[in-house]
């Protein structure tokens, strides 16, 4: 089976903070770790793939097989980051397992 | 580019009635399809998936059905619905090997 925990649902920051969002995962294979992000009013869109190992929008995530973990990090975040933020994963099957989400607040 | 249509965005019915929630896909051919449903407080849990016309995979057992009459068409159906029914539905389509893109979502409340 699997399953993603998203430990925290509620996270504030202020401007220009660091935000890190926490991941775990358990899953028995190798699998795809993914976090979507839903701004305000808008539908949920990928923000982006462990195996991309890109940056967007500032975030960063990398994946930690030793301690199934994935967490989103941004080392100076904006007001804009403010959002719905979920980690996902996937076995290769089509299926996406979906962690419950964290509500992100950046402050001014 | 591809688009992904789902509707109605909102939608309140009474407890017993029927229900139907479309989605569409253009710009794409033979998609990958999948209905998922986010209830309060919860992530958000597949309920079904497709990989081609006639094809469904059901998750967890429940008082919906899904059904694809066209390559870009998925269904999300009750005959009629409980109470606990109630949440956010997404509709969301991918190609094989590429992650996910979703809909608005409708907001299913029922009375």
């Known amino acids: 089976a699997q399953r993603v925990t998203q430990p925290e649902k509620l996270l504030s920051v202020f401007k220009g903070a660091p935000v890190e969002l926490k991941c775990n995962y358990s899953y028995s294979g190798s699998p795809e770790l993914f976090w979507y992000v839903q701004y305000s009013r808008q539908r949920l869109q990928l923000l982006l793939r462990?195996?991309s190992r890109e940056s967007i929008k500032g975030f960063t995530a990398d994946l930690n097989k030793g301690e199934t973990s994935f967490h989103l990090k941004k080392p100076f975040a904006q007001e804009e980051d403010s959002a719905m933020y979920y980690c996902a994963l996937s076995g290769g099957d089509y299926k996406l397992s979906f962690g419950a989400g964290t509500t992100v607040t950046v402050r001014a | 580019s591809q688009t992904i249509h789902q509707w109605p965005a909102t939608l309140v019915q009474p407890v017993g009635s029927p229900l139907s929630l479309e989605c569409t896909v253009e710009?794409?051919?033979?998609?990958?399809l999948y209905w998922y449903r986010q209830a309060a407080g919860r992530g958000l849990q597949l309920l079904f998936y497709s990989v081609g016309i006639g094809q469904i995979s059901s998750e967890v057992p429940q008082n919906l059905s899904a059904s694809r009459p066209q390559d870009r068409q998925f269904i999300l159906s009750s005959k009629k619905l409980l109470l606990s029914d109630s949440g956010f539905y997404l509709c969301?389509?991918?190609?094989?090997?590429?992650?996910?893109?979703f809909g608005d979502g409708t907001r299913l409340s029922i009375l």
């Open positions: 969301a389509w991918s190609s094989v090997g590429q992650p996910q893109h």
């Open positions: 462990h195996i």
């Open positions: 710009g794409t051919s033979n998609p990958n």
